[in-house]
């Protein structure tokens, strides 16, 4: 059974910084693209960042370019999203999830598994 158990996530003022981290459990994602995507209270879930199966292709929502950084430990079977200079409106839900396929798409349909999901709480 695919499980996916993100952490990390917390209450953060303005500016700081989190790492969430996504273990994944039932079988092995190295073949596999990655992706984290968030959920703030009375919006639709949105793309946030993905990385293709080995790394060499990445993306990011233009509202978090240059301050979010996506990475995978194959050998862990982890994912990570480093979140710097943290802003309010980055509060949501976040969760990451994979894909069956090794190509990073950043349509939410594209994804099969899902975790529960990270509280990140950005104060002013």
């Known amino acids: 059974q695919v499980q996916l158990v993100e952490s990390g996530g917390g209450l953060v003022q303005a500016g700081g910084s989190l790492r969430l981290s996504c273990a994944a459990s039932?079988?092995?994602?190295?073949?596999?693209?990655m992706g984290w995507f968030r959920q703030a209270p009375g919006k639709d879930r949105e793309f946030v960042a993905g990385?293709?199966?080995?790394?060499?292709?990445?993306y990011y929502a233009d509202s978090v370019k240059g301050r979010f950084t996506i990475s995978r430990d194959n050998a862990k079977n982890t994912v990570y999203l480093q979140m710097n200079s943290l802003k309010p409106e980055d509060t949501a839900v976040y969760y990451c999830?994979?894909?069956?396929?090794?190509?990073?798409?950043?349509?939410?349909?594209?994804?099969?598994?899902w975790g529960q999901g990270t509280q990140v709480t950005v104060s002013s």
């Open positions: 990385m293709s199966w080995s790394g060499g292709t990445t």
């Open positions: 999830a994979v894909r069956n396929y090794p190509l990073l798409k950043i349509q939410e349909s594209e994804y099969a598994y």
């Open positions: 039932g079988r092995t994602f190295s073949s596999y693209a």
